[in-house]
């Protein structure tokens, strides 16, 4: 079989999410760097392997192509069940979907590159109006859910119990982009906690941007 390979860029979240879930599953795999602000990502030789043109894209060990982070992330999950990316029980299972796609589901599209681009290019927003809109949709999730997390009984030192799972990988990609933005994170007592233990786990510490060998 071949080996696997992760399309991605150093600076995507989604791409970040997945490295996250790379390395808890402990599969080595090879790096592929799309540069997205040069448009490689836009080259025939790529969208031969995802026609939507974004990343990430993993090329499974025998040849199966999956896109989009959550449907790889989940894909991992179920070829290499340990350890669990979601919990067994079905409710349990629901939370961390839940909490999940509050980030990728609400944050990331209103927040990706191509929409701060069109902000720039059709609207003439400037540096500082796309930040504050980058803040403004950050804070519309991030608010209900540092009440979910510090208020439900079964977040832990992770977003839910002791061991870190899906829920996780999205929120610690999110909070390196709020750093990007210069989010305010004082409000979000419970998330930041979250996150830094999560980075006390070299899973989550080597798949971060400034480690990856495309950054600058």
Partial sequence: MSRVVLHNYFRSSTSYRVRIALNLKGV???YVAHHLRHGEHRDPAYLAVNPQGLVPALVWS???????SLAICEFLDEMIPEPPLLPAEPGDRARVRAIAQMIACEIHPVNNLRVLNTLRSRYGADDAGVADWFRQWVHETFVPLEAMLATHP??????????PGLADICLVAQVAN??????????YPTISRIRDACMELSAFADASPARQPDAE
């Avoid at 025998?62 to 989009?68: E, R």
């Avoid at 709020?178 to 409000?187: G, H, I, Q, T, W």
């Fill in 62 to 68: 025998n040849g199966t192509i999956v896109t989009q």
């Fill in 154 to 163: 079964q977040t832990g030192r992770f977003c839910h119990g002791e061991t």
């Fill in 178 to 187: 709020n750093a990007r933005f210069n989010v305010d994170m004082s409000p």
């Fill in 28 to 30: 080595d795999y090879d």
